[in-house]
């Protein structure tokens, strides 16, 4: 864990201009149960890939898996505008079709 903290941090350098290294990024921060962390990688996805739809979705499945469902219907919308055939995007509103459909709303 170590070793990919400091791989985090290396890649996480202010010039990197790249979208999908953030990505990236928030994904291994998930993977490791750091969503504040997450949070701010997918932002600074969204911020530079603002034709890419992926960051969108990104969030919106980071805003469900914290069990705020309007927060991740609201980053569904806006990434369906870009991209409805995106991968993370068809997972998002799969997640969120599945709540609506589940009598328990059990979102994990």
């Known amino acids: 864990k170590d070793a990919a903290g400091k791989l985090l941090k290396l890649l996480d350098r202010r010039d990197n201009r790249n979208p999908f290294v953030y ?4 994904d291994a921060a998930i993977e490791e ?9 997918y932002r600074r996805a969204v911020r530079l890939g603002d034709e890419l739809a992926e960051p969108r979705a ?3 499945l980071l805003a469900f898996r914290r069990g705020d469902v309007d927060k991740a ?3 569904l919308r806006r990434a369906q505008k870009l ?3 995106e991968p993370r995007t068809q997972r998002l509103e799969g997640h969120l ?6 009598p328990s709303g059990d979102t994990g």
Do not use: Y
């Open 58 to 60: 990104a969030l919106g």
């Open 97 to 102: 079709r599945q709540s609506q459909e589940s």
């Open 23 to 26: 990505l990236d990024l928030g």
């Open 33 to 41: 149960g750091r969503l504040d962390e997450a949070g701010r990688f």
């Open 73 to 75: 219907r609201r980053w």
């Open 83 to 85: 991209d409805p055939e």
